[in-house]
T-cell receptor, first 110, second 115 residues
């Protein structure tokens, strides 16, 4: 099981781009990298998933270098409503079991 | 299209009691997983149900048991409650294996407080 390391907390201001980096040195060949967002007293919400290079959707981008030992979640032009905990997960998505760490608490200030 | 629904939203129980939490998965999903989230921690996997059978189990004692019904809904039962069982219990629904890039949809959770 690939262990992930991400910052405990980050601060940003509205309108800025936020990059959260996750380290996963022991990532396996079948593992994908998935990010979830969680607001207080709510269930986590899927943000983005990728295997290598770059993935972009309507809310975020995920950058994965060639060695796949780290990944960076990029949130463009954050707003106050992006204040949440962000989890980096590494694993085989076909197995259906998710391994969460402690996540990164992102706080966006006005 | 309803997402994942859990009931009740909040619950207070006494040590030693038993509790049953319920989950209805997102329409079209056939797999239900349960997670326990203690305050300040990430969710921890309890178990997963597919075709009414427990398919995977995390590191939780036998006091935690579950069930899946033919309509894919699920229950989580916890016996002999301990103070440490106080947590947010999350249900996640998905499609059974083999689906890359298939996201899991989580419910709002049930906040269980054991006193």
């Amino acid at each position: 099981l690939a262990k992930t390391t991400q910052p405990i907390s980050m601060d940003s201001y509205e309108g800025q781009e936020v990059n959260i980096t996750c380290s996963h040195n022991n990532i396996a060949t079948n593992d994908y990298i998935t990010w979830y967002q969680q607001f207080p007293s709510q269930g986590p919400r899927f943000i983005i998933q990728g295997y290598k290079t770059k993935v972009t959707n309507e809310v975020a981008s995920l950058f994965i270098p060639a060695d796949r030992k780290s990944s960076t979640l990029s949130l463009p032009r954050v707003s106050l409503s992006d204040t949440a905990v962000y989890y980096c997960l590494v694993g085989d998505p076909t197995l259906g079991r998710l391994y969460f760490g402690r996540g990164t608490q992102l706080t966006v200030w006005p | 299209d309803a997402g994942v629904t859990q009931s009740p939203t909040h619950l207070i129980k006494t040590r030693g009691q038993q509790v049953t939490l319920r989950c209805s998965p997102k329409s079209g999903h056939d797999t239900v997983s349960w997670y326990q989230q203690a305050l300040g921690q990430g969710p921890q996997f309890i178990f997963q149900y597919y075709e009414e059978e427990e398919r995977q189990r995390g590191n939780f004692p036998d006091r935690f048991s579950g069930h899946q019904f033919p309509n894919y809904s699920s229950e989580l039962n916890v016996n002999a409650l301990l103070l440490g069982d106080s947590a947010l219990y999350l249900c996640a629904s998905s499609l059974w294996g083999g689906h890359l890039n298939t996201e899991a949809f989580f419910g709002q959770g049930t906040r269980l407080t054991v006193v």
